[in-house]
C-alpha cells in the first residue's frame, strides 16, 4: 500500500507541474519597457563682455557721397539732375571739409579749385572760371547769360561767329544774348520774334528751310507745301491757286529747286512743238503768257 500511495501522489505531482507549466505558456508576455536615456546637456558658456572701444581707436574712412547726401540733400540732387561730369565722390573735390571758420575767413583756402583738375581749360583770357561757370555743382546748364559773358560768346562758338559773317543777315546783327536770353544754352523757339510761315508752324520745320545762323541762305526739300512759299509770295500763290492749269498741282519747289531760282519751261516741257513754231516764237510766255496762270480751254477748274 505505501508504495501505491507513493507512486500516485508522485504522479500528480507531475502533473500539477505538468498544468501549472502550460497554463504559464499560454499567458501573454508583458513588454519590457526601456528605460529612458538621458543625455548630457551641453554646458552653456556665458559670452565674454567686450570692452568699448573708443572710435579714435578704430580706422574711419572718408565720407561717402551717400553720407554727405543727407546733410547736403539740396546740392546732392542738383549734381545728381545737372552735374554732368561732375557726379563724382564729393571727397575728390572736397578734400577738406567741415573746417571752415569764420574768424580766419578761410574759405578761399578750403575750396578746391578748378584748375586742380581742369587746368586753364580756356586760356588765360577765361581763367576765372566761376565768371561763366558759376555753380560747380550744375556746371553747363547754370550759366548765367551776362552782359560780360556775351562778350565772349565767339571765342568758344567761333564757327557759328564765322557763319554769321560769311551769311549776312539781320541776325547777324543781333546779339548772341538777344536770343539765347536765359541761360548758356538755351535755344529759342522761332517764334519768340518771327511770325510763322503757316498755321501752326514748328521749329524743325523753319529750320528745314532756314539754317538759325544763315537764315537767308534757304534750302528745302521738293515737298515743302505751296502755303508756305505762298506767305511770302502771296499774290503768285493766290493766282495759281485759281488757276485751272496743271501747274496748279505743281508744288513751287518743284519748280524753284532753289529760292529765287527761275528755271526754263525747257527743263520740264523739252521742245513740245515743231522747229518751225519755235524759230517764230522762241519764247514760251508770248502764247503762254504766264507761267503761274496758264491760258486752258476751260475757265474754269
Known amino acids: ?64 557721397t551717400a553720407e554727405c547726401g543727407p546733410c547736403h540733400f539740396s546740392i546732392f540732387n542738383q549734381i545728381r539732375h545737372e552735374g554732368g561730369r561732375h557726379r563724382i565722390d564729393c571727397v575728390q573735390c572736397h578734400e577738406k ?55 565772349m560768346c565767339g571765342d568758344c562758338h567761333a564757327k557759328v561767329g564765322q557763319e554769321l559773317k560769311q551769311n549776312p543777315s539781320k541776325h547777324t546783327k543781333v546779339a548772341c544774348s538777344m536770343c539765347h536770353h536765359d541761360r548758356h544754352g538755351y535755344i529759342p523757339s ?8 503757316v498755321e501752326k508752324q514748328t521749329d524743325p520745320e523753319c529750320l528745314s528751310c532756314h539754317p538759325v545762323h544763315s537764315p537767308i541762305n534757304i ?3 521738293h515737298t515743302v507745301p505751296n502755303a508756305v512759299c505762298g506767305s511770302c509770295h502771296g499774290a503768285v500763290f493766290n493766282k495759281l491757286e485759281a488757276s485751272a492749269s496743271r501747274h496748279r498741282l ?47 480751254k476751260s475757265a474754269s477748274r
Open 1 to 64: 500500500m505505501d508504495s501505491r500511495k507513493k507512486a500516485v501522489l508522485l504522479i500528480g505531482s507531475l502533473v500539477s507541474v505538468i498544468l501549472i507549466i502550460v497554463a504559464c505558456a499560454t499567458q501573454p508576455i508583458a513588454p519590457v519597457e526601456a528605460e529612458p536615456v538621458v543625455t548630457a546637456k551641453p554646458e552653456t558658456v556665458p559670452p565674454e563682455k567686450k570692452e568699448p572701444v573708443s572710435p579714435y581707436d578704430v580706422d574711419i574712412k572718408p565720407l561717402t
Open 97 to 151: 571739409f567741415h573746417a571752415y571758420n569764420p574768424i580766419r575767413q578761410n574759405w578761399k583756402e578750403i575750396m578746391p579749385r578748378c584748375e586742380t583738375c581742369h587746368g586753364i581749360f580756356h586760356g588765360d583770357k577765361f581763367a576765372a572760371c566761376a565768371q561763366c561757370h558759376s555753380n560747380p555743382h550744375a556746371p553747363k546748364t547754370q550759366m548765367a547769360m551776362t552782359p560780360e559773358f556775351a562778350k
Open 190 to 197: 522761332c517764334m519768340e520774334c518771327h511770325r510763322p510761315h
Open 219 to 221: 534750302n528745302y526739300a
Open 250 to 296: 505743281v508744288t513751287c519747289a518743284q519748280c524753284h529747286s532753289k529760292h529765287k531760282y527761275i528755271p526754263t519751261c525747257e527743263e520740264c516741257h523739252g521742245k513740245p512743238h515743231g522747229e518751225g513754231l519755235l524759230k517764230k516764237f522762241p519764247n514760251c510766255l508770248q502764247c503762254h503768257i504766264d507761267v503761274h496762270d496758264l491760258p486752258t
